[in-house]
C-alpha cells in the first residue's frame, strides 16, 4: 500500500500509510457521533466533533510516541531505525536488521508499552486536574478517555504473541533461556498464531452476538496479528539464511542491457520478444541510465512505438534501486518489495556489474533449504 511522508521527528522519518485514513475515521466517528454524546448528553455536534477531533489526532500522537520510545532506544543500542509508518492497526518503527543480544531485544521492547503506560498516566493525570481545577468538562472527558485508550494499548501490546512487544519479550526471554535465536522466534511465531486465532474467536462470538463492529475489528486484528506472526517468522529465516552473503555472490554478472536510443518496436522484438527477461538496465554513453520495464512498454501507445525509445519511457537510473557488490544481502531484503520488476542493479563506480532479481533470491533460498534439510 502506499503512502506519504509526514515529517521527521527526532531524526526519525514519519510516514502515514493511506490505510491509515480508515481507523483515523472510525475512530474519530466513534468518539464523536458514539463514546462522547453518551457520556456527556446535551452538547452542541460541534462540540462533540472537536472532541473526537482532539481526541483521535492526540490517539495517534500516542501511538507516535509509542514507536518513538522503541525508535530512540534502538538507536541507542546500535540498531539503525529507518523511520516509523503510522497504518491501520497503529505503527510500526522499521529497523534494517534485528536485536543482537537477548538483552537489546527485551529493552527496545519493553519500552513501548512502559511509553503508553506513562503517556496514560499523564492523561489520567490532566483529566483529574481539569476536573479539580473546574475546567470545562469536555477537557476533562477527553483526557480521562486517552488515558483509558493508552492503558489499553499498553496491555494489548503485552500479550504475548509476536509480532506485539509481548511477543517480543518473550522471544527475548526463550532466546536468553535457550540460546537459539531461531527456535525463540519460532515459539513467539506460534504464540502470535495462536494470539491471532483466539482474537478471531472472540470476534466472532462478539460479532454473532449483536456487537457488528467491535466483532469484525477483533476479527481483523486477529488475521492481521496472525499473518504478521507467520510472515515474521519466514523473514526471520531468510535473515538468518542470508547472513554473511554479499550482493556480488547472488547477482547475476554482465547483464544484457539495452541502449537508449533504441526504440519500442527494437526492444519489443529484440529484448522482450526474443530475451530472457522481462526488465533490462538502458545504458547510454555516461553507462547506466536507468530500467525499462514490460509494463512500462506496455503503457505507450503502440502506434508510438517506432517514435519513441527506451530512454523515454524507463525509469531514471536515480529512482531505480542499487546495490554495491560488497553489500550484505541481509541490508538489501527489503528493498525488493519497492523495487521496479523486482530487481535491483548492482553499480559500482558508475559501473553495472550485476542485477539481482526477486527470483533469483527465492531460487536461492529454495536451495540453501534443500541443502540444510538433507
Ligand atoms: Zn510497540
Sequence with gaps: MGGFRLGSVLGFEIRID????????????????????AVLPDLDAAVYFAMGLTGTL??????????????????RRDIPVEGITLFVFGGMA????????????????GVGPLASLGIAVLFGAIGILAGAAGWPLPIAVVAQYLAFVNLALAVFNLLPGFPLDGGRLFRAAAWKYTGSLRKATRWASNGGKVL????????????????LLGGLWFVFIGWFVR?????????????????????????APEPVAVPGDTNLD?????????????AYPVVGDQGVTGLVTLDRVRKAPRDEWSQRTVADIMKPRDDVEVASPDQPMTEILDRFGGAEGGRILVIQDGELLGIITRSDLSRWIERSEMLESS
Excluded: C
Excluded at 493511506?18 to 458514539?34: A, E, K, R, V
Excluded at 495517534?60 to 532506544?73: D, G, P
Design 266 to 278: 527494437e526492444f519489443v522484438q529484440q529484448f522482450i520478444m526474443d530475451g530472457r527477461h522481462r
Design 58 to 75: 492526540l490517539f495517534f500522537a500516542s501511538l507516535l510516541a509509542h514507536e518513538l520510545s522503541h525508535s530512540v532506544v534502538a538507536r
Design 18 to 37: 493511506y490505510s491509515w485514513f480508515i481507523i483515523f475515521f472510525l475512530i474519530l466517528w466513534t468518539f464523536s457521533f458514539g463514546v462522547f454524546p
Design 94 to 109: 522499521h529497523t534494517r536488521m534485528e536485536a543482537e543480544s537477548p538483552g537489546d531485544e527485551f529493552v527496545i521492547a
Design 196 to 211: 491471532g486465532y483466539v482474537l478471531i474467536a472472540l470476534g466472532l462470538l462478539q460479532f454473532f452476538g449483536g456487537a
Design 227 to 251: 499473518t504478521v506472526a507467520q510472515a515474521g517468522f519466514r523473514q526471520h529465516v531468510l535473515r538468518e539464511s542470508l547472513e554473511g552473503v554479499k550482493v556480488k555472490d547472488l547477482m
